[in-house]
Nanobody, 124 residues
Framework: QVQLVESGGGLVQAGGSLRLSCAAS????????MGWFRQAPGKEREFVAG????????YYASSVKGRFTISGDNAKNAVYLQMNSLRPEDTAVYYC?????????????????WGQGTQVTVSS
């Protein structure tokens, strides 16, 4: 059974920083890319950042580019999200995800791997 477990969420003031971590486990786990999505109250889940293990290519949503940095450790099946200069609009549940059937890390769906989510709240 594959599990993705996130950690590092919490409450922070605007302008502050948080670092999210995610580790994948399970004998059958295999993925060429991992990433982060988020869902704010009343909104659809949206792509935040992704990383492909081959070539270490990274992708970011325009709303977080320059403020967030994704990194990972393929050998550990781990991915991290360093979030700086946080804004109240970054408040959301952040989900770690890994590609299983999707080829585009920005378009993961129900058939891919997902974590349970971790709450990030940014106060003004």
């Amino acid at each position: 059974q594959v599990q993705l477990v996130e950690s590092g969420g919490g409450l922070v003031q605007a302008g502050g920083s948080l670092r999210l971590s995610c580790a994948a486990s399970g004998r059958t786990f295999s993925s060429n890319a991992m990433g982060w999505f988020r869902q704010a109250p009343g909104k659809e889940r949206e792509f935040v950042a992704g990383i492909y293990w081959s070539g270490a290519s990274t992708y970011y949503a325009s709303s977080v580019k320059g403020r967030f940095t994704i990194s990972g450790d393929n050998a550990k099946n781990a991915v991290y999200l360093q979030m700086n200069s946080l804004r109240p609009e970054d408040t959301a549940v952040y989900y770690c995800a890994a590609a299983r059937t999707s080829s585009d890390i920005r378009l993961l769906g129900p058939s891919d791997y997902w974590g349970q989510g971790t709450q990030v709240t940014v106060s003004s």
